[in-house]
């Protein structure tokens, strides 16, 4: 919910620059000015990195005993209150043997975020440079040394934005399950009776959760790199874009990396069949599941961060996730539901099951889309997921318009095709038609569509 409020002021206020939204309220007293923050790159190289912030400042990493001390100007900021609605519905029919079940569900949501006043603290940069122009950074310090290894970056908060009052955010959800099912039991021990048992059931859930931010408190920041090089000399990353690091002894060759990317992360290797081999009803529950997440990007976000966590090879610890809600809980089940088949093997050097890489690479890319494209595809059904995935396969290997005859069948309705320009034109893609040709104006289609329509059209097959 905090994460989702933060997100939101950062989307509206500063779009294009260079804030970041603080994700967990615990870490707000660690942001302050001069605080290291480590810079963690992903899996997929169209992923944004993960920031997380430490326990740690400059001065503490540097060597003597003299304090760095950070100079600091204060300003009012803004003042910002918000309120954001969704509104989600869908239906979900399975059969998987004598069983068979139908669900429809429907919600809306509300979040309203009252910030009131902001201030903004920031960091007095030249001073910085001219304080820590003779120190050198202590090589041997367990942070740095740890970071080493893993070849993530350091970087120091340059400005950030508090709250000035205490204040509020508040969510409101209401949701309600429509079920009904039929159980039949035939032959059972060689006996030619039927059992069924019909049930339906209506449930309605309301949840108004009001959470008070006191004054003082971190919601955006913005950081600086810092280039560390071995013998402890450093840089600070001035010029917008500029990247730091920390300087090792020897790296492997870029083949080499590559290579290990490959067996291990699956960064090199997007492959989404697995999804294809589940059965039926997983596939189905996935499906629903997933498209019921579409509409909440903070939900999204957090499973992307918990597969991410699975797929990097740690235990999950359930107990450290205790704010999932039930609709993540159910995905995250339905995505580690192990089919006890040939085809779902591990990830022979890593022990990563194939469909849980597969699942991962599917959520990160859908997690990478606009609002508008993600909203579209959780109202899109099985038929049309499915054709637009043949569409957007017809558009990358052809060169020439194509001819209108050749649509896939549900496309030639006008409806499903105006769904489908909707789509391609959310993420900057134009489609042309005239009486009986079809291109589209960009010449490359975006990767992470392409995954995400494929991935979830994998999951609809079979499914009508």
Same mark, same amino acid.
């Given at each position: 919910?905090?994460?989702?409020? =933060?997100?939101? /002021?950062?989307?509206?206020?500063?779009?294009?620059?260079?804030?970041?939204?603080?994700?967990?309220?615990?870490?707000?007293?660690?942001?302050?000015?001069?605080?290291?923050?480590?810079? %963690?790159?992903?899996?997929?190289?169209?992923? %944004?990195?993960?920031?997380?912030?430490?326990?740690?400042?400059?001065?503490? #990493?540097?060597?003597?005993?003299?304090? #760095?001390?950070?100079?600091?100007?204060?300003?009012?900021? &803004?003042?910002?209150?918000?309120?954001?609605?969704?509104?989600?519905? !869908?239906?979900?029919?399975?059969?998987?043997?004598?069983?068979?079940? =139908?669900?429809? !569900?429907?919600?809306?949501?509300?979040?309203?975020?009252?910030?009131?006043?902001?201030?903004?603290?920031?960091?007095?940069?030249?001073?910085? #440079?001219?304080?820590?122009?003779?120190?050198?950074?202590?090589?041997?310090?367990? @942070?740095?040394?740890?970071?080493?290894?893993?070849?993530?970056?350091?970087?120091?908060?340059? +400005?950030?934005?508090?709250?000035?009052?205490?204040?509020?955010?508040?969510?409101?959800?209401? +949701?309600?399950?429509?079920?009904?099912?039929? #159980?039949?039991? &035939? *032959?059972?021990? !060689?006996?030619? /009776?039927?059992?069924?048992?019909?049930?339906?059931?209506?449930?309605?859930?309301?949840?108004?959760?009001?959470?008070?931010?006191?004054?003082?408190?971190?919601?955006?920041?913005?950081?600086?790199?810092? +280039?560390?090089?071995?013998?402890?000399? /450093?840089?600070?990353?001035?010029?917008?874009?500029?990247? *730091? !690091?920390?300087?090792?002894?020897?790296?492997?060759?870029?083949?080499?990396?590559?290579?290990?990317?490959?067996?291990?992360? *699956?960064?090199?290797?997007?492959?989404?069949?697995?999804?294809?081999?589940?059965?039926?009803?997983?596939?189905?529950?996935?499906?629903? %599941?997933?498209?019921?997440? @579409?509409?909440?990007?903070?939900?999204?976000?957090?499973?992307?961060?918990?597969?991410?966590?699975?797929?990097?090879?740690?235990?999950?610890?359930?107990?450290?996730?205790?704010?999932?809600?039930?609709?993540?809980?159910? @995905?995250?089940?339905?995505?580690?539901?192990?089919?006890? =088949?040939?085809?779902?093997?591990?990830?022979?050097?890593?022990?990563?099951?194939?469909?849980?890489?597969?699942?991962?690479?599917?959520?990160?890319?859908?997690?990478?889309?606009?609002?508008?494209?993600?909203?579209?595809?959780?109202?899109?059904?099985?038929?049309?997921?499915?054709?637009?995935?043949?569409?957007?396969?017809?558009?990358?290997?052809?060169?020439?318009?194509?001819?209108?005859?050749?649509?896939?069948?549900?496309?030639?309705?006008?409806?499903?095709?105006?769904?489908?320009?909707?789509?391609?034109?959310? =993420?900057?893609?134009?489609?042309?038609?005239?009486?009986?040709?079809?291109?589209?104006?960009?010449?490359?289609?975006?990767?992470?569509?392409?995954?995400?329509?494929?991935?979830?059209?994998?999951?609809?097959?079979?499914?009508?």
């Amino acid at each position: 919910m905090f994460s989702k409020a =933060t997100a939101n /002021f950062v989307r509206h206020i500063d779009p294009e620059g260079s804030l970041k939204h603080v994700s967990r309220l615990n870490d707000s007293d660690k942001l302050v000015p001069m605080a290291l923050v480590v810079k %963690r790159n992903r899996m997929w190289f169209w992923q %944004r990195p993960k920031y997380q912030p430490t326990d740690f400042t400059l001065s503490n #990493l540097l060597e003597g005993d003299k304090v #760095l001390s950070p100079d600091v100007s204060k300003t009012e900021f &803004v003042t910002y209150e918000g309120t954001y609605r969704d509104k989600l519905s !869908g239906k979900l029919d399975t059969e998987a043997g004598s069983v068979r079940a =139908t669900m429809e !569900g429907q919600g809306t949501s509300k979040l309203q975020s009252c910030f009131g006043k902001l201030k903004k603290e920031e960091l007095d940069v030249k001073k910085l #440079l001219q304080d820590s122009s003779s120190r050198l950074i202590d090589m041997q310090q367990p @942070l740095v040394q740890q970071l080493e290894k893993r070849a993530d970056v350091l970087a120091v908060v340059k +400005e950030r934005i508090l709250t000035a009052n205490s204040c509020t955010v508040t969510q409101t959800k209401k +949701e309600q399950c429509v079920f009904q099912g039929m #159980l039949g039991l &035939v *032959g059972m021990m !060689g006996s030619s /009776f039927k059992v069924c048992v019909k049930d339906s059931n209506n449930i309605e859930a309301d949840s108004d959760v009001s959470l008070e931010i006191p004054s003082g408190t971190v919601i955006a920041y913005s950081i600086l790199e810092l +280039e560390i090089k071995k013998s402890g000399h /450093f840089n600070i990353c001035l010029q917008p874009g500029s990247m *730091g !690091g920390i300087e090792a002894d020897s790296w492997p060759s870029h083949d080499h990396m590559d290579e290990v990317d490959d067996k291990c992360n *699956g960064s090199q290797e997007m492959d989404l069949s697995p999804l294809a081999e589940l059965p039926q009803l997983t596939r189905c529950v996935l499906f629903k %599941r997933l498209q019921e997440t @579409l509409g909440d990007r903070t939900a999204l976000s957090y499973m992307q961060c918990l597969l991410e966590e699975l797929c990097s090879g740690e235990t999950l610890n359930m107990a450290k996730h205790k704010e999932l809600s039930e609709s993540q809980r159910k @995905l995250l089940s339905a995505i580690l539901d192990r089919p006890g =088949t040939d085809t779902h093997a591990e990830n022979s050097q890593c022990g990563i099951p194939s469909h849980l890489n597969a699942a991962h690479l599917l959520v990160s890319a859908l997690e990478e889309l606009p609002d508008p494209t993600l909203s579209l595809l959780s109202q899109s059904g099985a038929d049309f997921l499915e054709a637009f995935d043949t569409l957007m396969c017809m558009l990358k290997k052809s060169s020439e318009p194509l001819s209108i005859q050749c649509l896939p069948v549900p496309l030639q309705d006008n409806q499903a095709f105006q769904l489908a320009e909707q789509l391609l034109s959310s =993420t900057n893609v134009t489609l042309k038609r005239d009486s009986d040709r079809l291109w589209m104006e960009t010449e490359v289609l975006p990767l992470v569509l392409c995954l995400s329509i494929q991935g979830l059209s994998l999951l609809c097959k079979g499914k009508k």
